[in-house]
Structures are given as structure tokens and as C-alpha cells.
């Protein structure tokens, strides 16, 4: 996966969550699935991004660390593919 896809992906999801919270308040059930949804596709667009870039599951979390990961950080999110 491309650096900009990536990019792309991570961003809009926020995008579309932003716009629906800014609307009049719906159940509570539907914000709860966007939630989930918005969670569940992040991970995937991270695990995609992780195996392209190759990493493991431990880097990757170690990524995630403030000032611990922070080349597994540029690695997982700003190198080219």
C-alpha cells in the first residue's frame, strides 16, 4: 500500500465521523456501530500497511508508544513502498 493511499484511509474515516457528530443526535445504537466501524477499519488499513511495509505485530505496537517506537513510527507511516 502506498504512502498517500495510507494516508488517505486514515484520514477519511475521521472526516466521515466528524461530519455525523456534527449532525442532530440519532440513536445511540447507530453512533455505537459507527464507533465499532471506524475502529475495526482502522486496524485493517494499519494491518495492510504493516505487512507492505514489513513489519511484525510487535513492532507495530511498539510503534504505537510515545517516544519508545518512534522508528517502527516513521517506518510504519511515512516510508515508500
Do not use: C
Request: charged letters at 20%.
Amino acid at each position: 500500500m502506498h504512502r498517500y493511499m495510507f494516508w488517505t484511509l486514515i484520514i477519511l474515516p475521521w472526516i466521515f465521523l466528524a461530519i455525523y457528530l456534527s449532525r442532530p443526535k440519532d440513536d445511540p445504537r447507530i453512533t455505537a456501530f459507527i464507533l465499532v466501524s471506524l475502529v475495526i477499519h482502522l486496524g485493517i488499513v494499519i494491518n495492510i500497511r504493516r505487512k507492505s511495509v514489513g513489519m511484525s505485530v510487535s513492532e507495530t505496537f511498539k510503534a504505537f508508544v510515545p517516544f519508545w517506537g518512534t522508528k517502527e513510527y516513521r517506518r510504519l507511516y511515512f516510508q515508500e513502498v
